[in-house]
């Protein structure tokens, strides 16, 4: 599956150089890692966000978000946000910013 360069190069943008953030295609995609957690990627041409599991279904009342589900079995804690939700710099930097808080509190890998 191809997925959305333009938006993993704005992810890419937005992170900088910050320190403990690798790059892993995976998911069909581009997953950024951060000290081995995953934090954020790119599905496609949607955005997807690493959040606290039990934060999931409040998050999945804003607009333009979805459950991430491959397989047919949603895991919380992980979520979607289609293109309309990140037309700007500022909205994406607020979904990577919820996924950097999260997986920069678990345990390095």
């Not at 403990?20 to 295609?25: I, L, R, S, V, Y």
């Not at 599905?43 to 599991?53: C, K, M, N, Q, T």
């Not at 009342?61 to 309309?84: H, S």
């Amino acid at each position: 599956m191809a997925f959305d360069e333009r938006l993993a190069e704005r992810i890419r943008g937005s992170l900088g150089r910050r320190k403990g953030f690798a790059e892993k295609k995976m998911f069909g995609g581009v997953g950024f890692l951060l000290h081995g957690n995953m934090c954020v990627g790119v599905h496609g041409s949607e955005l997807i966000v690493r959040l606290a599991p039990e934060e999931t279904d409040a998050v999945l009342k804003q607009a333009n978000t979805r459950r991430f589900d491959l397989t047919g079995r949603p895991m919380k804690g992980w979520i979607l946000v289609e293109p309309a939700g990140l037309r700007t710099d500022a909205q994406l930097g607020k979904w990577i910013a919820v996924a950097a808080k999260f997986a920069g509190a678990l345990p390095a890998k």
